[in-house]
Nanobody, 125 residues
Framework: VQLQASGGGSVQAGGSLRLSCAAS????????MAWFRQAPGKGREFVGS??????????ADSVKGRFTISRDNAKNTIYLYLQMDGLKPEDTAVYYC?????????????????WGQGTLVTVSS
């Protein structure tokens, strides 16, 4: 499966961005998906995950109430989205989408065996 993330950019604090991830190749329609991020000089951090139907989501405390994850399984290409509102400078990072080997997954990176190339989000104060 190939994952292609897009939608990153530069925004001022308090602004919004919407990230997209297109999953092609082997279908992920029965698999959970997630967003992770990696800030400069830091390790990869879990942002949020969504189960295979889109009916269950799970977020890191740092983004809860500001970010919303969703997915569209209706097309041949599965789309994963991350709506980011109320952005803060500490949200600056490269954001990665990931596909899980399970139908429900949380924050454990070892659950995920498919990774996109990342898209950069920069939030200025």
């Amino acid at each position: 499966v190939q994952l292609q993330a897009s939608g990153g950019g530069s925004v001022q604090a308090g602004g919004s961005l919407r990230l997209s991830c297109a999953a092609s190749g082997r279908t992920l329609s029965n698999n959970a998906m997630a967003w992770f991020r990696q800030a400069p000089g830091k390790g990869r951090e879990f942002v949020g995950s969504i189960n295979w139907t889109g009916g269950s989501t799970y977020y890191a405390d740092s983004v809860k109430g500001r970010f919303t994850i969703s997915r569209d399984n209706a097309k041949n290409t599965i789309y994963l989205y991350l709506q980011m509102d109320g952005l803060k400078p500490e949200d600056t990072a490269v954001y990665y989408c990931a596909g899980s080997r399970r139908s429900y997954s949380g924050s454990d990176p070892s659950d995920y065996n498919s990774w996109g190339q990342g898209t950069l989000v920069t939030v200025s104060s």
